[in-house]
């Protein structure tokens, strides 16, 4: 299966870890399952969810700027979804808490080891990296943890499990033009702003942001976002539209359900009767042939067949007319279950 690692071009959120007056707002509920959130526009489901909620939410991850989708991470491939400070990935292997890790952003933009220090008597020095944490970078650390043990307060154990260990000394860093002392960790960067008040006097770096907006971007569309109902033969979303006749569009389709497999095919007509035959015609071309007939005459743009928890992203040309287009799922039976809806094309 082919997978896009498409990044939003410009994502520019402005926003500090001082989040109390800032309240996410429920977007819309597709899914009792997920929650949205209209700052971004993306959601949180499933395991990702529960681990953002319970290790510390907004303050410690931000807000979601992608879909959860499958990327290739160090050589192997997994279900992530990228948040403003982090990127979280589900290892299904890996028994709780240690199926969702905190990706390493901090080891992975730290590239030139930096020498080591000798301990301080105020600091905690830890001796498998060689560096001090000391004042009030020690008690943002201390203050947040992935929680173990059920109990309340965070042991060392964790806040190592979620921040890892310090991988630099405090230094002097210029972030986004402003000179801050900073202290890297494998999973974080925390960073002194002794102008606020705390808790706020430190904050975490947007590694997430910065580590997409250094990606190579795929190519420049509009965004869109699909996804199936449950473990129901249905989309989430019955209409998309916000594109302008011709406008290249990235569209992301995440197949949510643990049980069955679909796709998203776009079709260039609004005639019923057509997709049916399109239906047909697919399931007769089988899985080998991504259930897509040989005759695309009809097919503006298509997704792979994605597996139970899948993701993928497309990009294509909407048609040139404006009018309204069929989008279907071609795995058989999904079409005559009700699997379509309508793609709206504005002038
Ligand atoms: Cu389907």
Do not use: K
């Not at 909620?53 to 990228?82: A, C, D, M, S």
């Not at 890996?94 to 080591?116: H, I, K, M, S």
Request: some cysteine; glycine content about 8%.
């Amino acid at each position: 299966m082919n997978r896009f690692l498409v990044v939003l071009a410009s994502i520019s959120i402005v926003m500090l870890l001082g989040v109390g007056q800032i309240t996410p707002t429920a977007l819309s509920q597709t899914n009792a399952n997920e929650r949205c959130f209209a700052e971004t526009g993306y959601c949180i489901t499933g395991r990702i969810r529960a681990y953002w909620e319970q290790n510390g939410g907004l303050p410690v991850f931000g807000y979601p700027i992608t879909p959860q989708r499958t990327e290739t991470i160090e050589g192997q491939p997994l279900e992530v979804q990228w948040f403003e400070r982090n990127r979280l990935e589900l290892h299904p292997d890996n028994a709780a808490p240690y199926d969702v890790l905190l990706g390493r952003l901090g080891a992975e933009q730290v590239t030139q080891p930096f020498p080591a220090e000798d301990p301080r008597p105020e600091c905690r020095y830890f001796a498998q990296t060689g560096f001090n944490v000391c004042g009030d970078i020690l008690a943002a650390w201390q203050a947040n943890g992935l929680d173990l043990d059920g109990q309340p307060g965070f042991s060392e154990a964790e806040n190592l499990a979620l921040f890892g260990l310090p991988i630099s000394p405090l230094i002097t860093a210029e972030i986004e033009g402003q000179p801050l002392e900073v202290q890297w960790f494998e999973r974080a960067r925390f960073e002194r702003h002794p102008d606020n008040a705390p808790p706020f006097n430190v904050l975490l770096g947007l590694l997430g942001n910065e580590t997409l907006q250094d990606a190579p971007v795929a190519s420049e569309g509009v965004p869109l976002t699909i996804g199936v109902q449950g473990e129901d033969l249905l989309f989430d979303q019955n209409t998309l539209g916000g594109v302008q006749a011709g406008q290249s569009v990235n569209l992301t389709f995440n197949n949510i359900s643990a049980l069955y497999r679909h796709n998203w095919v776009l079709l260039n007509t609004n005639d019923q009767a057509i997709a049916s035959q399109v239906a047909q015609a697919s399931a007769e071309a089988g899985r080998a042939n991504e259930f897509l007939p040989a005759d695309r005459a009809n097919i503006v743009a298509a997704t792979t067949v994605l597996d139970a928890l899948e993701s993928e992203t497309i990009s294509f040309a909407a048609p040139a007319a404006p009018g309204q287009y069929l989008y279907i799922c071609t795995v058989p039976g999904h079409y005559a279950a009700g699997m379509y809806g309508t793609l709206i094309i504005d002038p």
